[in-house]
């Protein structure tokens, strides 16, 4: 096979061409693009401890231990299209969880660490997985889910050296399914994305055009794997391109994510606006040594940029996709492509795809997009169908944008209600759901509101009318605040609760959100 860094720099079509037909192939193997066809010797990862000890894990390392897993997943009855569950932080077992069950053709389905049993159930239960493997200081999350079978990475891993390693390996091809994972969704349960092996092309093209990633670089996206910018990028991409990554056990601080760069000399970065935030509002004393920093999640705030620019070293590029495209508009770092940051730009298309505006909204043209790989939703033909243009031709990703005679493409707002909190997307018909299921809420509404800090962008907000007899009061408001962070989600729940008499609807009685978000309240 070719190697892709031997190749003109600005031949971006012969590349996208390459990498088309590495991934798309009808013979295509997933566990050895991610990790069979690198060498024994290079690293994989490097795990960075909250003590800022590194651990390394070596593609070799990675190959023997998944074979092993492999081995005992399938003398469980784990096989082909079977999805199962993984609910783990950023540790080796997560990577070799992950090219286990790709060795035997399972699909993976990424839980959130901070989820609540109320998240992990909708997903479990919508995927329809029959396993799931966790850590133990999250078993408790999964206990009372009909029909699962849960097993613990650290017991898992002990036993592991008796175990023979797998030989055979299941070749899904292009088309086969490795993950699906779950929108945050704004109507109804979030919907689940089924994730091809084709989609490392669309990988490789990101890190190497938008992200600049080079074999030299010490590279750290700092999003978690349980959301798809984390999965995609952090993990998927840096194994199929054989590049090390940098992966923190510890919880985000600003002050860690400092010590981090500095320690390991990241030069790479990616991360959440709500991160550089974070660094601006600690401080950064002294030069790091950064050559790119990239931002996604979340429309790039301008001064950051400046922030970037003057503190960090280097300016931060604004990088734009979803769960159902990975990034697709990037103000890209790579020389052959890159050009000078526009104010309020998130860029142009990545190499591989092309995108316009259709009634007002962000589209990608999947007949002039070689790499696009969403084909729908898994279960629903109906939502699937109103992602595209009757024809077809156009994903409309419901975010409604513009586009300058330039070529560059700007973020106005979003046609839907989904909320963008730190980097992450909260779907509000999900939360309020589950404050539904209080006794003491008649009616609920949830809405994204700027964060008055100015950290996370937005914060969830909820709009409750009480039950009858109920007193609304500052008590009941942080119950209900409590009851959506411990039964469904730490990062979904309402950071200020708001008592109304009742909620804004049109004559036919629906929810108007927007008022919500432009009311003027205490």
């Known amino acids: 096979m070719t190697d892709i860094d031997t190749r003109e720099e600005n031949d971006t079509a012969q590349l996208v061409d390459a990498w088309l037909a590495t991934y798309a192939d009808a013979s295509a193997d997933a566990a050895w693009l991610l990790c069979d066809r690198h060498p024994a010797e290079r690293i994989a990862f490097t795990f960075v401890g909250p003590d800022l000890t590194g651990t390394d894990l070596t593609f070799g390392e990675l190959s023997e231990r998944s074979r092993r897993l492999a081995s005992l997943l399938r003398a469980r009855g784990v096989g082909a299209g079977d999805r199962v569950a993984v609910l783990m932080g950023k540790r080796p077992g997560l990577i070799v969880t992950l090219l286990a069950l790709w060795r035997l053709g399972a699909v993976h389905v990424p839980l959130f660490t901070a989820f609540a049993h109320g998240a992990i159930a909708v997903r479990v239960e919508g995927s329809g997985a029959r396993l799931l493997v966790t850590e133990a200081s999250q078993r408790t999350k999964v206990e009372g889910i009909a029909g699962l079978d849960v097993l613990e990475i650290e017991g898992i891993e002990a036993s592991l050296a008796g175990v023979e390693p797998l030989v055979d390996r299941v070749a899904v091809g292009g088309d086969g399914q490795l993950i699906e994972i779950f929108t945050s969704g704004t109507t109804g349960n979030p919907k689940g994305v089924p994730v091809p092996l084709r989609m490392l092309a669309a990988a490789e093209s990101y890190l190497r055009f938008s992200l600049d990633l080079r074999a030299e670089d010490v590279y750290w996206n700092a999003a978690d794997p349980g959301w798809a910018y984390g999965l995609y990028y952090a993990l998927l991409g840096p194994l199929a391109a054989g590049r090390r990554a940098l992966l923190s056990t510890a919880p985000f601080s600003a002050a860690h994510t400092l010590e981090v760069m500095r320690a390991f000399g990241v030069t790479n970065f990616a991360g959440a606006p709500t991160m550089y935030r974070a660094l601006r509002a600690v401080g950064v004393p002294g030069r790091l040594r950064l050559r790119r920093a990239s931002s996604a999640g979340e429309p790039l705030d301008p001064d950051l940029t400046e922030f970037g620019r003057e503190v960090l070293g280097v300016g931060i590029r604004d990088h734009y996709g979803q769960t159902e495209l990975g990034m697709v508009l990037c103000d890209h770092w790579h020389p052959s492509i890159a050009r000078d940051p526009v104010p309020g730009s998130m860029g142009r298309p990545l190499p591989g795809f092309a995108l316009g505006i259709v009634d007002g909204q962000i589209a990608v043209d999947t007949g002039n997009s070689p790499l696009a790989w969403f084909s729908g939703y898994v279960g629903d033909p109906r939502l699937s169908r109103d992602r595209f243009t009757p024809d077809g031709r156009w994903y409309l990703t419901s975010d409604l944008g513009r586009r300058d005679d330039d070529g560059n493409f700007f973020f106005r707002s979003r046609s839907d209600d989904v909320i963008l909190a730190a980097g992450y997307r909260i779907g509000p018909t999900d939360v309020e759901n589950v404050l539904l299921r209080h006794p003491a809420v008649r009616e609920a509404a949830v809405v994204g509101r700027p964060d008055p800090d ?37 990062h979904a729940y309402p950071r200020r609760v708001h008592f109304v008499g009742e909620l804004p609807k049109t004559p036919s009685g629906k929810l108007r959100r927007y008022v919500l978000r432009q009311a003027s309240v205490d």
């Open 454 to 490: 100015g950290v996370r962008g937005e914060q969830v907000e909820a709009f409750v009318v009480v039950a009858d007899g109920v007193t609304a009061d500052d008590e009941l408001a942080d119950a209900l605040a409590r009851h959506v962070r411990d039964t469904y989600s730490k």
